[in-house]
């Protein structure tokens, strides 16, 4: 009850502050994704965990702050902006509430029992559109405060602040692993497998319930903070700490031992070379890009070098290699996992697709989540928006936005690759809400800054 008090004392603090506490408390609160924030004899067994309370309450501070709903509604409706992802929320809320009354008896993957069932109305089409919406609310608050000075650094501070908190529960969680001392902080109904190992190697949870929600939290902190480059524009202590502190997350992401998160990690090992060869391109960052490139190069001789030298060091990493991808492939759990999107597509073929609405069924892969519970429809209007994204003109945009947007593009390929892997539903998360905010909110300034560098160099024409 302490931690709860705590909890419930800093949110109410928060509320009654400014939106930079919000925002702290919020990126904060991603690392306890065990901790019941209302007791679970008092809500029938449902675990609601601090994010959910700190997105509704950055949601309303964020409206408060920014005071500019036209700005809002133009970047709801615009193409270029969150349109898209806009009608595909839309969409989708309409298959949910219409294709099990359309398609009722279609076959489709139960979210309680884990089991083939037939299509019908239920309570996941109303807690999953919920989810959805949280994260969509997630996105729109952070579009609104990127779009403002004076919150955009408030944005950036409050994702560090949270990055720290992250690797700071992994610190925990090694430090007291078996002493039961994290128990307060552990309340959800979920199962907490907080004693599992890979061969030897005892996996490292944080907060969480479990390896793979710690992985993907730490990873996705790490690309974000590393590719973004937020530290620059912050400046002082946030510039020298951002490597140390992505290096650090890139380590407890190993830690995790899980196995979409060492994908994920493949992919950010690739993406850090090929960001600094194509950062060699502008002056500002040649010197910066050269730097990481050598110490990526000095890595890699000294890893050959300790192969060589004792190769036995290496039996442990490919014993554990060998235990979450090689041999995992071949296990019950993932043949039971990979019929869940067979069944889930089967529902998808046999509403037309049209789609058999979110929370109607259960996938293990976060695309098929999406094109069986929102349809074909639905999916392509998905597919277009992080498309569209990738590929918006940063023409024009000062140093600061184009190592920010750039390094989102690749952070947003590095978070949806666990949930490619393993993401059951159609809800995209906290870390992707945020990257769609950055990647479609800083672009829009490029030609208010664009137009104020034009007046600017007519006003000294005119001078001269």
Not at 25 to 44: C, D, K, Q, R, V
Not at 106 to 119: C, E, F, K, Q, Y
């Amino acid at each position: 009850m302490v931690v709860l008090a705590i909890f419930w004392l800093l949110f109410f603090a928060a509320a009654l502050s400014g939106i930079r506490w919000t925002l702290l408390l919020f990126f904060a609160s991603l690392a306890f994704g065990s901790l019941a924030i209302l007791p679970t004899n008092l809500t029938g067994g449902t675990t609601f965990l601090p994010h959910t309370a700190c997105s509704a309450l950055l949601c309303v501070r964020s409206f408060i702050a920014c005071r500019k709903p036209h700005l809002l509604v133009d970047g709801l409706i615009d193409y270029n902006k969150l349109g898209l992802l806009t009608a595909f929320i839309v969409f989708g809320l309409l298959v949910t509430y219409s294709a099990p009354f359309l398609f009722a008896g279609a076959p489709v993957m139960g979210l309680n029992n884990i089991t083939r069932s037939s299509l019908a109305f239920g309570s996941g089409n109303i807690t999953q559109p919920l989810y959805l919406m949280s994260a969509f609310a997630i996105t729109i608050s952070l579009y609104q405060l990127l779009l403002q000075t004076e919150t955009r650094h408030m944005v950036y501070r409050a994702i560090f602040f949270g990055g720290a908190i992250a690797m700071l529960a992994g610190m925990a969680d090694m430090a007291t692993a078996g002493s039961g001392i994290l128990a307060p902080l552990r309340t959800a109904t979920y199962v907490i497998m907080d004693g599992d190992s890979v061969g030897s190697m005892r996996r490292v949870i944080g907060f969480n319930t479990e390896a793979s929600a710690y992985g993907t939290l730490v990873l996705s902190f790490a690309a974000i903070i590393y590719f973004t480059r937020m530290g620059d524009a912050l400046g002082g202590f946030y510039a020298k700490v951002q490597m140390p502190l992505a290096l650090g997350l890139v380590g407890f992401t190993v830690l995790s031992t899980s196995s979409a998160a060492f994908l994920g990690l493949g992919v950010f090992g690739v993406f850090a070379v090929g960001a600094n060869v194509l950062a060699l391109r502008h002056p500002a960052d040649e010197k910066r890009a050269m730097i990481h490139l050598l110490v990526i190069a000095a890595a890699i001789v000294v890893g050959i070098a300790m192969l060589f030298l004792n190769p036995q060091v290496f039996n442990g990493v490919v014993d554990l290699v060998d235990k979450l991808i090689l041999t995992k492939t071949s296990s019950s759990s993932y043949s039971e996992r990979s019929s869940w999107n067979i069944v889930s597509l089967e529902g998808l073929v046999a509403t037309g697709g049209y789609g058999v609405g979110i929370g109607s069924t259960r996938a293990s892969s976060w695309p098929v989540a999406v094109l069986s519970s929102t349809g074909v429809i639905g999916g392509l209007f998905m597919a277009l928006f992080l498309l569209r994204i990738a590929t918006l003109s940063l023409k024009g945009a000062s140093d600061e936005i184009r190592r920010i947007v750039t390094g989102a593009r690749y952070s947003i390929v590095i978070c949806i690759v666990p949930g490619a892997v393993a993401g059951t539903l159609v809800d995209f998360g906290a870390f992707n809400a945020t990257l769609f905010a950055i990647t479609t909110a800083l672009p829009a300034l490029i030609p208010v800054q664009s137009t104020r560098r034009q007046r600017s160099r007519v006003r000294h024409a005119a001078m001269a």
